[in-house]
């Protein structure tokens, strides 16, 4: 089946690296082994839910300032969007933080999902409402992301999983992954092996 659209995760995908959730689950109050952060906060009591949300609005706010995009990152959208090929955004992250991104570094994005619109990854929701909205199949769209839960939202969805190994903890999650690539800019190189042997 050819690919119609791709799902790109932000932090650590198109942007680089930036979040160190230690740091903000220890400023929380949280054990280092505690999960991960959404999931925690919402267990916590009102008041020190919304401590903990301030904690995090901080921290996200200097990570939109910080941002640096990855290598390649937007040769890729912008070859994508040439091809007609829909361009989605899945983050845990705030809508106006991904939006901020994209008007920082001149970037288009054709739908964004974001933490206040349903479900988060690792739920399939997100690739499934991104999919209804371009009007394609899951099993025409990548997901890109560079942890477990874009692979296990992609494959709750029926999407292709694709792995950006681009930092240490890569390896734990590959199993998950139909595809892995070093570079965000090799994405471009699968559809076109898998547009190819459709069109044959």
């Not at 739908?111 to 909205?133: S, Y």
């Amino acid at each position: 089946m050819s690919v119609k659209a791709v799902i790109f995760d932000l932090d650590g995908t198109i942007t680089q690296p930036y979040f160190d959730f230690d740091v903000i689950r220890e400023e929380m109050g949280l054990h280092k082994n505690s999960g991960p952060v959404l999931e925690s906060m919402e267990k916590m009591p009102p008041q020190e839910r919304r401590r903990a949300e301030q904690i995090l609005h901080f921290h996200e706010r200097r990570a939109v300032t910080e941002s640096r995009l990855n290598a390649g990152a937007k040769r890729t959208l912008s070859a994508l969007r040439k091809a007609g090929i829909h361009i989605g955004v899945l983050t845990r992250n705030k809508r106006s933080n991904a939006l901020a991104i994209a008007r920082k570094h001149s970037l288009k994005f054709d739908a964004i999902v974001d933490r206040e619109d349903g479900p988060v990854k690792p739920d399939a929701f997100g690739v499934l409402r991104i999919c209804k909205q371009f009007g394609v199949k899951p099993q025409e769209t990548l997901l890109v992301g560079d942890y477990l839960f874009d692979l296990l939202c992609a494959k709750a969805a029926g999407a292709v999983a694709v792995l950006l190994t681009n930092h240490d903890r890569a390896a734990e999650f590959a199993e998950h992954a139909d595809f892995t690539i070093e570079k965000i800019d090799q994405v471009l190189q699968i559809i076109e092996e898998k547009n190819t042997s459709y069109k044959e």
